[in-house]
């Protein structure tokens, strides 16, 4: 397993008002180098991610710790992602304020195939990990897969 550490951000509520429940995925925005994908929260902040620029960590590197202490944003990303949300809101540009800077890190096997089934040498055991930035997509056909390869022995 490899590892993708990306950064995101998180806009505050604005006072007053209520955010729309519609996620959003845009597609390249070559000004600002992003993709971004907008998911506002039940508690009416906004989380976004797909800001590009994300950096591939090795398994050697993994093993060693890295990143395991700390985990930042990139800035250059953050004031990027921004940008690009400012221009696509009218309402944010103006009035918008982030709560917070992060990072991540996803699982990624190198060939981007993720890891799904029997584990061998112990009974009983599977795994279904490493999807990357796909896992809540995936999640309900991998969790049809995995639950027919458990209960039927096959998918």
């Known amino acids: 397993m490899e590892g993708v ?4 951000i998180v806009w505050k509520q604005r006072e ?10 845009c597609g390249e925005d070559r000004r600002f180098g992003t993709h971004l994908e907008v998911y506002p ?5 906004i989380y976004i991610c797909g800001i590009g620029g ?3 960590i090795t398994k050697e590197e993994l093993k060693t710790g890295a990143y395991l202490e700390e985990c930042n944003a990139k800035e250059n990303r953050v004031d990027a ?10 309402t944010y540009s103006k009035d918008g304020e982030l709560d917070r800077v992060q ?7 190198p060939d981007a195939m993720p890891y799904m089934g029997k584990i061998p040498g112990y009974k009983g055991a599977y795994i279904n990990a490493g999807h990357n930035c796909w896992g809540i ?13 458990i209960l039927e022995g096959e998918s």
């Open 5 to 8: 550490k990306s950064t995101s």
């Open 137 to 149: 997509a995936w999640a309900p056909a991998c969790g049809v897969a995995m639950s027919e390869l």
């Open 16 to 25: 007053g008002t209520e955010t729309d429940a519609t996620a959003l995925f």
């Open 103 to 109: 990072a991540c890190m996803r699982p990624c096997p």
């Open 81 to 90: 992602a921004s940008n690009a949300f400012r221009e696509m809101s009218a």
């Open 41 to 45: 929260r039940p508690d009416n902040s």
């Open 54 to 56: 994300s950096d591939y």
